[in-house]
C-alpha cells in the first residue's frame, strides 16, 4: 500500500512494521540501533523493544519522535525522505476532524477549479494529430527557484496559522506553484475554495484548525460587498487557519499605500490585511536554472518543449496561450473586436461577474463607426462571439461562457492574461459614452458599487450618481459618502442641502466643507448655531484660517475645545508669546507645550528654565533637547543631579555620530535616541541616519528619507522605497512633481505607484495640461476627475 493510500492506524502499523522487515531487523535490532543515533534536542534516542510491540500492534497512535526515531534506524534519513511518512502519522492523528463545509482534502483538490489556468495542447499547436489532445490537463511541473521558500512560508503557517501572499504578474506560474506547494506541505489538510467574501465570512465566524483558505486573485474577495474584514482575518490566523491567496503587483500595490494627507482612505482595512501576509513575488519569467530544469523535463511533455522554443514570449505565459490571446483580440474581425474590447473595457471599469449578450449587444456600437453601425451582418453578435469563445490550443478564449445550466450561458469573462495586458494599453482611453450607458443598464448588481466608483474617477458624473442613488434606493446606505463627496467635488450646495434637511449626515458634512472653502460665515454660524457640529467644526477652521483671534476666543471661552485648540495654534504661529503664557498660567496645557516650542526657537533658555523649575514639564522636555543641540553637558548633568529625568541620558555618547549610533545599538533609551536622530538630522549626517534606519529606527528612516527629499536625493529616495519605505515613496513623487517632471510620474503611475498617479494629477492640472489631465481621468487615476472639475469650475468662477 502506498503512503498516502494509509488512512487507519493498523495500516500504518503495518507499513511500519514492514518497513523494519525489509531491512532484516527485530525488535532488539531497532531498540540497539536507536542508541547508536545521534542525540535530537539534546536528548539519547531511545527505542524500547515495548515501545517497539506497541507500534506493530497498534496499541495506540506512536508519537512522532518515536516515528523518526523508528524511520532512522531503518536508514529513512533526512526531512524530505521522512516527510511522507510523518504526513500519514498526522493525517491519523487528525482523522477525526469534522470537514468544514464545502471543503475537500488538499491531496484532492482540482488545480482547475482552484484556478490553475489550462495549458495549451501540443497536438494542435503542432498539427501532430488528435490523439495528443487527451494528454493531462496540466503540463509537468517545472520547479522553480522560490519553491522552497514558498514551501517554508507554508509550513511556518501551518504550524501556528498564518497568511501567504504569491504575487506576480497573469500567467506566470504563481497559481500552480502555490497549489504544488500546498499540496506538498500540507497535503491531509482540509482546503475550502470560498466562492465569495460572505462565504469567507461566515466561515471566520467559527473557523476550523487544518484548513487552507484558498483564495486565488485575492483583489475579487476584497472588492466583493462588504470586503474581507482584516478582524475575520486575525481570528482565523488565531484559530490556526492557513490563508493562501494569489493576486497581481498592481493591486498590491495600490491597496498598501498610504493615502496623502486629507485624502481618502478606501483601502485602510486591506492595507491592514495585507500587513498580515507573508509575500512571496513570481517574476515573469525563468531564470537559467528553471530552464535547465524545464529542458529535462521538455522529453516527457511536448508542451514544455513547445513553451521553451517560442522566442517572443515567456515560458509561463506561452503555456497559457497568453500570446495568442493578444493576437486574437488585435487581428479579429471588425464586429468581433468591438465585443472584446466592449468586454475588456467592462471588465477595467469594474464589472467582475459575467458580462450578458445584452450588455455586449448595447456595448459594442460604441467600438464601431457610423457605416459598421448602419451595415452590420446578419448574424454578426452570434459570430462575434463565436470568434471570441473559439479555444485556442486547447487551453483559453477571449471570452470564456459561464454557464447557467445544461446548454444555457449565463454570460461571458474575459482571460485573465488579456485584461491585464488591456490594462497596460488602454489605461487611458476613455470609454465611449454608450458603454457607460449599456454598463448601468445591463451589469450584475454585485458590481454596482465598483461601476458608480469608477465612473466617479473617471469623470461619469450622472452615471455614478445613477448608480450611487440606485444603491441608496436598495438600502445600502455606505454609499451616502462617496455620493457626498461627488456632489462637493461638483460644488452642488443645492443637492446637499436637500439631501443633508432629509437627514444625510455625510452630505451635511461635506455641505459645511463646501461652505468652508466658499468663505460664507453667515452661513456656517447659523447652521452652527442651531446646533450642527460639522458646521461648527467648519467654522473654527474658516475664522483659524482668516486669523480672526477675537472670534476665536469667543467661540473658546464658550467651551468649544476646537476653537480653544486651533487659538493656541494660531497664537503660537504669531508668535504672540504673553497671550501664550497667560493661557499656559491658567492650566491650559497645549498653550504650555507650543509656549515651550516657541522659546526654544528663539533659544531662550532664562526662561524655560524659569518655567521647567516651575514644573512644566514641556518646558522641561524642550530645555534638554535645547541643551543638547547647544553642547551644554555641565547644565544638563547640573539638571540629572537634581532630578530632572528627561536630563538622565547618555549624552557623552551623543557628542559624535560614531558613538551616538553605538549607544542605540547598545540599548540607549529612546529619548536619548530621538535625541541623537534629530542631532544627526540637524547635522545632514546621512550616513549615521541610514545606519540607525536600517537597524529599525523609524524616527531614524522617517528624517533621513526628509533630508534626502531637501537634497534632491531621488536616487536614494527610490532605493529606499523600492525596499519598502512609504514615506521614500511619497516623498519621491513629490520630488518629481517639484521638478515639474510629468513623464516620470506618469511611468511610476503605470506602474501603479499611487502616490506618483496623485502628484501626477496635481502637476498636470497646476501647468493646465488638460489633454494629459484627460487622459488620466480616462485611466480612473485616483483625483484626477476632482481635479478636471476644479479647473473647470475655477473656469466657470473666472467667466463670471
Not at 469567507?200 to 472588492?223: C, K, M, N, S
Not at 451616502?480 to 444625510?504: F, Q
Not at 484660517?545 to 469667543?554: I, M, N, Y
Not at 525596499?723 to 516620470?744: H, K, M, P, V, Y
Request: with cysteine; charged share 30%.
Amino acid at each position: 500500500m502506498e503512503l498516502e493510500e494509509i488512512v487507519t492506524l493498523d495500516q500504518l502499523s503495518a507499513a511500519l512494521d514492514q518497513l523494519r522487515l525489509d531491512r532484516g531487523l527485530s525488535l532488539r535490532d531497532l531498540a540497539a540501533a536507536a542508541r547508536k543515533l545521534p542525540p535530537q534536542d539534546g536528548r539519547q534516542r531511545t527505542l524500547p523493544s515495548s515501545t517497539a510491540s506497541d507500534v506493530i500492534h497498534a496499541r495506540s497512535v506512536p508519537k512522532q519522535e518515536t516515528v523518526v526515531t523508528w524511520l532512522a534506524t531503518c536508514g529513512v534519513l533526512g526531512e524530505d525522505a521522512q516527510r511522507p511518512w510523518l504526513q500519514t502519522l498526522d493525517r491519523i492523528m487528525h482523522s477525526h476532524e469534522q470537514r468544514p463545509p464545502g471543503a475537500v482534502r488538499v491531496r484532492d483538490a482540482r488545480p482547475r477549479v482552484l484556478g490553475v489556468h489550462a495549458a495549451i495542447q501540443v497536438g494542435q499547436l503542432a498539427g501532430d494529430g488528435p490523439d495528443e489532445s487527451k494528454q493531462d490537463d496540466l503540463p509537468l511541473y517545472v520547479p522553480r527557484d522560490f519553491d522552497a521558500d514558498l514551501c517554508s512560508k507554508i509550513t511556518l503557517a501551518g504550524q501556528q496559522g498564518g497568511f501567504v501572499l504569491v504575487t506576480g504578474d497573469s500567467s506566470v506560474g504563481k497559481t500552480r506553484a502555490l497549489f504544488e506547494a500546498v499540496r506538498a506541505v500540507l497535503p491531509d489538510w482540509w482546503l475550502l475554495h470560498p466562492g465569495e467574501a460572505d462565504v469567507l465570512r461566515e466561515f471566520a465566524r467559527h473557523p476550523a484548525g487544518r484548513t487552507v483558505v484558498w483564495l486565488d486573485e485575492l483583489q475579487d474577495y476584497l472588492d466583493f460587498r462588504g470586503g474581507v474584514p482584516v478582524g475575520d482575518v486575525r481570528s482565523m490566523i488565531e484559530a490556526g487557519v492557513v490563508l493562501v491567496a494569489t493576486c497581481w503587483p498592481g493591486e498590491r500595490t495600490n491597496r498598501v499605500a498610504l493615502p496623502e494627507a486629507g485624502e481618502p482612505d478606501p483601502y485602510a482595512n486591506d492595507r491592514r490585511l495585507l500587513d498580515l501576509a507573508d509575500v512571496l513575488t513570481v517574476p515573469g519569467t525563468l531564470s537559467t536554472h528553471e530552464r535547465r530544469r524545464a529542458e529535462e523535463l521538455a522529453g516527457a511533455d511536448r508542451r514544455i518543449r513547445v513553451a521553451l522554443d517560442t522566442p517572443d514570449a515567456g515560458f509561463t505565459q506561452v503555456m497559457a496561450a497568453g500570446p495568442e490571446l493578444i493576437r486574437r483580440w488585435e487581428h479579429a474581425p471588425v464586429y468581433a473586436k468591438a465585443v472584446i474590447t466592449a468586454a475588456l473595457d467592462a471588465r477595467r471599469v469594474g464589472a467582475h461577474a459575467p458580462l450578458t449578450r445584452d450588455y455586449l449587444e448595447a456595448a459594442a456600437p460604441g467600438y464601431l463607426t457610423n457605416r459598421q453601425q448602419a451595415t452590420p451582418p446578419p448574424r454578426w453578435l452570434d459570430d462575434a462571439l463565436t470568434y471570441a469563445t473559439e479555444l485556442l490550443h486547447g487551453a483559453t478564449c477571449t471570452l470564456c461562457p459561464v454557464a447557467a445550466g445544461m446548454g444555457s450561458i449565463t454570460g461571458y469573462q474575459v482571460a485573465d492574461y488579456l485584461h491585464e495586458h488591456a490594462l497596460r494599453v488602454r489605461r487611458t482611453e476613455h470609454l465611449p459614452g454608450g458603454v457607460w450607458h449599456a454598463l448601468v443598464r445591463h451589469h450584475h448588481p454585485d458590481d454596482t458599487e465598483r461601476i458608480a466608483d469608477n465612473a466617479r474617477r473617471r469623470g461619469r458624473d450622472h452615471e455614478a450618481l445613477t448608480l450611487y442613488q440606485r444603491l441608496i434606493d436598495d438600502g445600502d446606505l455606505d454609499v451616502a459618502e462617496p455620493m457626498a463627496d461627488l456632489l462637493a467635488e461638483r460644488g452642488d450646495a443645492g443637492a446637499l442641502r436637500r439631501l443633508a434637511d432629509n437627514g444625510d449626515h455625510h452630505a451635511a458634512i461635506r455641505l459645511d466643507a463646501l461652505l468652508a472653502d466658499k468663505g460664507d460665515v453667515d452661513a456656517l454660524r447659523q447652521r452652527a448655531d442651531n446646533g450642527n457640529d460639522s458646521a461648527a467644526h467648519q467654522l473654527v477652521r474658516l475664522l483659524a484660517d482668516r486669523g480672526d483671534v477675537e472670534q476665536l476666543s469667543e467661540r473658546a471661552d464658550n467651551g468649544n475645545d476646537q476653537a480653544a485648540y486651533r487659538l493656541v495654534v494660531l497664537l503660537a504661529q504669531q508668535a504672540n508669546v504673553d497671550a501664550l503664557r497667560e493661557l499656559a498660567d491658567h492650566g491650559n496645557d497645549n498653550a504650555a507645550h507650543r509656549l515651550a516650542i516657541l522659546l526654544a526657537e528663539r533659544g531662550d533658555v532664562e526662561q524655560l528654565t524659569e518655567r521647567a523649575d516651575n514644573g512644566d514639564l514641556d518646558a522641561a522636555l524642550v530645555l534638554v533637547d535645547v541643551l543638547v543641540k547647544q553642547g551644554d553637558t555641565e547644565t544638563l548633568r547640573q539638571r540629572a543631579d537634581n532630578g530632572d529625568i528627561f536630563a538622565v541620558v547618555p549624552l557623552p555618547d551623543l557628542l559624535t555620530a560614531q558613538k551616538g549610533v553605538q549607544a542605540v545599538r547598545q540599548g540607549a533609551s529612546p529619548y536619548a535616541a530621538a535625541l541623537l536622530v534629530d542631532l544627526l538630522a540637524e547635522q545632514k549626517d546621512v550616513v549615521a541616519l541610514r545606519e540607525l534606519a536600517d537597524i529599525g529606527d523609524d524616527h531614524a528612516a522617517d528624517r533621513l528619507v526628509s533630508l534626502l527629499a531637501e537634497r534632491g536625493d531621488l536616487k536614494q529616495l527610490r532605493q529606499r522605497a523600492d525596499s519598502g519605505d512609504r514615506r521614500a515613496d511619497r516623498l519621491a513623487a513629490a520630488l518629481l512633481a517639484e521638478r515639474g517632471d510629468a513623464e516620470a510620474l506618469r511611468q511610476l503611475t503605470d506602474d501603479g505607484n499611487m502616490h506618483a498617479a496623485l502628484r501626477l494629477v496635481d502637476l498636470l492640472a497646476e501647468q493646465g495640461m488638460l489633454d494629459l489631465l484627460g487622459r488620466e481621468v480616462a485611466a480612473g487615476t485616483r483625483g484626477a476627475a476632482r481635479a478636471m472639475r476644479r479647473t473647470h469650475i475655477s473656469s466657470a468662477d473666472r467667466q463670471v
